[in-house]
């Protein structure tokens, strides 16, 4: 069974940073593309960063462009989102997801489009507060 534990949620100052980890187990990860995603209370999920099985040319959301970076370590069977300059409306559960349906090592521009992706992990709250 496909399963995705992610890690290193936390309290943040606004302008801090966090890195959040996705861990697999249960399957080989770089079999995959990996997406991450937020859902805010009060708001539904959305797509924020999406890396292809190859690691090359990932996807961002305009509001994370230039503040996070997604990458990944096969060997790790692991995948990151490093995320600097936080600000308060990147509060949110943070979530990942293996994309599981269509072209699934390879993130396309509508990526990561939730319907696509699936084996969800838990979350890891991220608050981005002063």
């Known amino acids: 069974q496909l399963q995705l534990v992610e890690s290193g949620g936390g309290l943040v100052q606004p302008g801090g940073s966090l890195r959040l980890s996705c861990a697999a187990s249960?399957?080989?990860?770089?079999?995959?593309?990996i997406g991450w995603f937020r859902q805010a209370p009060g708001k539904e999920r959305e797509g924020v960063s999406c890396?292809?099985?190859?690691?090359?040319?990932?996807n961002y959301a305009d509001s994370v462009k230039g503040r996070f970076t997604i990458s990944r370590d096969n060997a790790k069977n692991t995948v990151y989102l490093q995320m600097n300059s936080l600000k308060p409306e990147d509060t949110a559960v943070y979530y990942c997801?293996?994309?599981?349906?269509?072209?699934?090592?390879?993130?396309?521009?509508?990526?990561?489009?939730?319907?696509?992706?699936?084996?969800w992990g838990q979350g890891t709250q991220v608050t981005v507060s002063s």
């Open positions: 997801a293996a994309k599981t349906r269509g072209l699934r090592a390879v993130c396309l521009m509508k990526d990561p489009h939730t319907a696509d992706f699936g084996s």
């Open positions: 249960g399957f080989t990860l770089d079999n995959y593309a």
């Open positions: 890396i292809s099985r190859s690691g090359g040319s990932p």
